[in-house]
């Protein structure tokens, strides 16, 4: 037959759309087309393609030959339509019969000796094939039943996590082609299996046991993993900043399938997935160098960036202050909306990024602010802190001041409150919160905080007198309101009292108030 349909695969953010690849031999001069809004990666595969088919001993048609990759409005880019592209050639040219296709979904890049390279998004991929069920891929060619995602041996691991997907790995493109004639089956698997017993025990997060001395920013930091909540920490160096937050995620309950799927589907697509990390809390700590892009996404080829490899995890900037403007704004809406919309002129895309804002600065240039060794000037002192605009430093919930650790606290034998006991406070009050309101204090909504946020009549009049006099905005107050909920979650009560409210207050204005500033910026 001069014409083969084969199923495939595209990659837009983390949306994973069907392609249809569609091989046409026709007389003429011999030629090789790719239509479809190819980049150049996917234009490449014309030559990796040609050399696979002669390694492997087949026929390249020396015909007219065009590929079209529809639908033709979307882009295409990377190497993982090599294969159908390939195997739409040989079934094209009659070399391979087309009776298997239809129960086939094929991704994977080829190497010049025919082998299966690996791929980036293969879990993307996986998990809309799951969605979509039996109803989905299939049906484009005739197949009733869920198809069968032929891919890459080495992406075997991170797509057999996902339930309801049948996958074929292969290890080459001759694999595939044994296959399609019947003469060797490849191997299928169903999805949903545990990576536990297939690596082994899982690497574990930093332990708060660690940490010597520093109660208030060990409660701090349990009440920001108990609500989820974005945390500003200041102090001189050598404090203990980044001590801390390398171990919030040891603290934090362990995800839902759900959740670590869509993690992965993101790391994924970034090719970093690591399957012995299942249900771990991501951590990414990028350098102050980072670019926006970096940060927030995008690109001539729109990737995820850090806010979205954080997603369901922990963001950590160290020296805050050092990061570009641009970058630091940026952040500003995906703190509200837990989502980064990246506009490009021939196509949109969201990328998730519900991820937990943990910061660290110092107070001044040179760290040291208050203490005889400072030697910086108050305008310096003024430029170093106005590099965090006032509608950033609203959106994070809490300010704290780390204060150094005595020597005799750091050098003391004994160790402090492991993870576990304290991993097991936050999940009880994360159980709590998520029976009451169906999501973490920091998810609430203004009109959650009405339902689920009942305050006492002496705290509401305490609050009310303290956010007057410190000109709070509305968008402080209820963050305030938020973290005084966590902290009444993590007593077990169920209104919100003058402790509470007490305590929260504190973790919003001490850090000014040690720094010397009259009030919040916010």
């Known amino acids: 037959m001069p014409l083969a349909r084969i199923l495939s695969r595209a990659l837009v953010g983390i949306e994973a759309p069907l392609v249809e690849v569609e091989v046409h031999l026709a ?49 295409k880019d990377s190497g993982r339509f090599d294969l159908p592209i390939a195997i739409g050639v040989l079934v094209a040219s009659g070399q391979v019969p087309a009776t298997r296709l239809a129960s086939r979904v094929f991704v994977g890049e080829l190497s010049l000796s025919g082998e299966l390279r ?5 879990l993307a991929m996986a998990l809309a094939m799951a969605r979509e069920g039996p109803g989905g891929s299939g049906t484009e060619l005739g197949c009733a039943a869920t198809p069968a995602l032929v891919l890459p041996a080495a992406n075997a691991d991170e797509v057999m996590l996902v339930p309801g997907l049948v996958s074929a790995p292969a290890a080459s493109f001759e694999a595939v082609c044994r296959d399609l004639r019947g003469d ?107 670019s926006t892009v970096a940060l927030i996404g995008g690109g001539s080829r729109p990737r995820p960036g850090e806010i979205s490899l954080a997603h369901h995890g922990v963001l950590f900037l160290d020296e805050l202050p050092e990061f570009g403007p641009r970058s630091l704004e940026s952040l500003r809406e995906p703190l509200e909306t837990r989502q980064v919309h990246i506009a490009r002129a021939n196509h949109r895309l969201a990328l998730p990024a ?5 910061a660290a600065m110092n107070p001044c240039p040179c760290g040291f602010l208050g203490e005889p060794r400072c030697r910086c000037t108050p305008p310096s002192v003024a430029r170093y802190q106005r590099r965090l605009s006032g509608p950033l430093l609203d959106r994070l919930d809490m300010h704290l001041w780390v204060a150094p650790v005595p020597a005799d606290a750091l050098l003391a034998t004994s160790a402090g409150e492991a993870s576990a006991p304290i ?28 339902a689920h946020c009942a305050v006492s009549p002496d705290a509401r009049a305490m609050l009310f007198k303290t956010a007057t006099r410190l000109q709070w905005s509305g968008r402080v107050l209820h963050r305030v309101v938020r973290v005084a909920r966590t902290i009444a979650d993590l007593a077990g009560e169920d209104e919100i009292g003058r402790t509470a409210i007490s305590e929260a207050v504190g973790l919003r204005r001490a850090l000014f108030e040690t720094m010397g500033l009259s009030r919040s910026p916010c």
């Open 27 to 75: 007389n003429g001069l011999p030629a090789f087309h790719i239509v479809g809004l190819p980049e150049a990666a996917v234009r490449e595969s014309r030559e990796r393609v040609r050399a696979a088919l002669l390694q492997g001993g087949y026929d390249f048609p020396n015909r007219r030959l065009t590929v079209n990759l529809a639908p033709a409005d979307l882009p």
């Open 118 to 122: 690996p791929i980036r998004g293969a």
């Open 184 to 290: 060797d089956p490849l191997t299928e698997h169903a999805g949903g299996a545990s990576p536990d017993e297939a690596h082994g025990s899982a690497p574990t997060h930093d332990d708060m046991a660690d940490v010597r001395g520093q109660p208030t920013a060990r409660r701090a930091l349990e009440i920001a993993a108990a609500g989820g909540h974005s945390l500003l920490m200041v102090g001189p160096p050598g404090a203990g900043k980044s001590m801390l937050a390398q171990r919030l995620p040891g603290i934090l309950p362990p995800l839902s399938d759900a959740e670590a799927l869509e993690t992965g589907a993101i790391a994924s697509l970034a090719g970093h997935f690591d399957a012995s990390r299942w249900r771990m809390r991501p951590f990414r700590a990028p350098h102050h160098t980072a």
């Open 354 to 358: 519900s991820f937990q804002l943990v």
């Open 423 to 450: 991993a097991a406070r936050v999940t009880k009050a994360r159980e709590r919160q998520q029976q009451r309101q169906g999501t973490i204090n920091a998810g609430l909504a203004a009109r959650g905080l009405d």
